[in-house]
């Protein structure tokens, strides 16, 4: 990998081949993989994606799926890759200060009046997450291709219940 240097900053040029097989690859393991299931259930009329009650339930199932497979991905793929000449090396966290330091008081401060706080974490109504839970107790446990069949159990129990 060439290292250059530009406006004092660190920038990387890599084979962009290297680059595009990797994003190839995460489009035909993942994003293919999800959507032609998600086309699938719509096609049969199982989801409809105006609907916020079959978008939460494909949520609460897939999210968590998703997750983990991008999780697996990343561990089995990205930080294998030859492009990828840090792995076991510690990067460094946070985000840079690029324009001028803010401190924690101001955060609180912009936090408090914007009314981000007072937001719930949870993408899923509570109500709505006790009763899927009922019917799929842990939905990152659900195999990624039997997503399809899972959203169709979980949706007609979701409904009769």
């Not at 968590?64 to 793929?77: A, M």
């Not at 609180?108 to 009046?113: C, F, G, I, P």
């Amino acid at each position: 990998m060439e290292c250059i240097w530009t406006s004092g900053w660190h920038t990387f040029q890599c084979n962009s081949q290297q680059i595009e097989r990797w994003w190839r690859e995460l489009h035909e393991r993942l994003e293919k993989f999800f959507k032609h299931q998600i086309n699938w259930l719509k096609d049969r009329g199982h989801y409809d994606p105006h609907s916020d009650q079959d978008r939460m339930l494909i949520a609460f199932l897939m999210i968590p799926v998703l997750q983990k497979q991008l999780d697996s991905f990343k561990d089995t793929v990205w930080n294998c890759h030859r492009i990828r000449t840090q792995k076991e090396t510690l990067l460094p966290d946070g985000v840079r200060i690029i324009w001028w330091p803010v401190t924690e008081d101001q955060l609180k401060d912009v936090a408090e009046l914007s009314g981000v706080l007072e937001l719930d974490d949870d993408f899923i109504q509570s109500e709505s997450r006790e009763k899927c839970e009922r019917i799929i107790p842990f939905p990152g446990d659900v195999e990624p291709d039997q997503c399809a069949d899972a959203y169709v159990y979980l949706k007609d129990n979701f409904l009769n219940s």
